[in-house]
């Protein structure tokens, strides 16, 4: 099985060099990659000086996650893509359960390592966890965390199992996957992506698992952290967005309706925090998604899992 460790970088020097050296120490089964989203840094002159073994997929200007692992993919070959944050920390080993798992389960076609916090190595980071799902109203939480309580790793999620979406912070996915469903959501250029590529892939009755054997540690927030109103707004806009996208039809009616009221809330608990920078965010998110309604709603799926949630809330565990 041929494995492509693939990073994607934007001006983000400072953490290739913090985080690289454990990828490739600890990634002899694979071939590692750097699809650079045109960096203003000196992060590609870095990596030509410090990791000639490393191969450089340079691209024309900043097209987020979704459009930059599209188009770098497009000149990578390998059976299998591991998609990397760059500034997550690989362990000895940690592709080694990957690879079983992918070679004696032909229906499984994305796979996520545990994923634990690089700053306190004894949590579980909030990005992914144990394993992503949604609750009703599609909110993504995790095994491992639930809105912002991140729990601590005691052993209580050590069996393989399945779950609804992988992590996009450390993401394998058969290369015959990606392709058959094109790939990332563009629309979406940031954030919630790989819930709504998993969601695709959970139509068609394939299987998305998490495997403890394989533990990574991720410093999380990087490129952009909760503070920023940017990402309140991708996120808003993007969990919307991928609702109307996948929600079965009897469905989608009841649950954006339900999702803008609990969004406006979330607006005067902003307010109340005083951050109405956040607010204003989210005002924005729904007027951009009732801009591209057009758009999703063509997009949508000719049939969609009946049952897409786990739990009946988030709120309840």
């Not at 934007?10 to 953490?15: D, I, S, T």
């Not at 760059?86 to 080993?93: F, L, M, Q, R, Y």
């Not at 924005?284 to 309604?293: D, L, M, P, T």
Request: aromatic share 16%; hydrophobic share 40%; net charge positive.
């Amino acid at each position: 099985m041929k494995i492509a460790v693939v990073i994607l970088n934007w001006n983000g020097r400072k953490l290739l060099e913090q985080f690289l050296p454990s990828v490739v120490k600890n990634s002899q089964e694979a071939t590692v990659y750097v699809i650079d989203n045109a960096s203003t840094d000196d992060s590609i002159a870095y990596l030509k000086d410090n990791f000639p073994a490393v191969k450089l997929v340079p691209l024309d200007q900043n097209y987020g996650y979704a459009g930059g692992y599209n188009r770098g993919l497009k000149y990578i070959n390998a059976d299998v893509y591991t998609l990397v944050n760059s500034d997550v920390e690989a362990t000895e080993n940690w592709l080694l359960p990957i690879i079983e798992n992918f070679e004696n389960n032909p229906d499984t076609v994305v796979l996520q390592p545990k994923i634990k916090d690089f700053k306190n190595k004894k949590m579980f980071e909030y990005a992914g966890a144990a394993g992503g799902y949604l609750d009703f109203f599609g909110y993504p939480y995790c095994d491992g965390r639930i809105l912002f309580k991140v729990e601590e790793d005691r052993g209580q999620y050590e069996q393989t199992k399945e779950i609804f979406w992988a992590s996009g912070a450390c993401f394998f996915i058969r290369k015959e996957t990606f392709d058959q469903h094109k790939g990332f959501d563009e629309h979406f250029f940031a954030h919630q992506e790989e819930i709504d590529l998993c969601w695709r892939i959970k139509n068609t009755g394939k299987q998305i698992k998490y495997e403890p054997q394989s533990v990574v540690f991720h410093l999380g927030g990087a490129s952009l952290n909760h503070q920023n109103p940017f990402k309140t707004y991708l996120n808003f806009r993007n969990n919307l967005m991928m609702l109307l996208k996948n929600l079965p039809v009897f469905y989608i009616i009841p649950i954006i309706f339900s999702r803008l009221i609990l969004d406006g809330l979330a607006g005067i608990v902003f307010i109340l925090q005083g951050k109405p920078k956040h607010t204003w965010a989210i005002v924005k998110a729904h007027f951009g998604f009732y801009k591209r309604i057009p758009i999703v709603w063509q997009q949508r799926p000719k049939k969609s899992i009946k049952k897409y949630y786990k739990r009946f809330s988030i709120f309840i565990k």
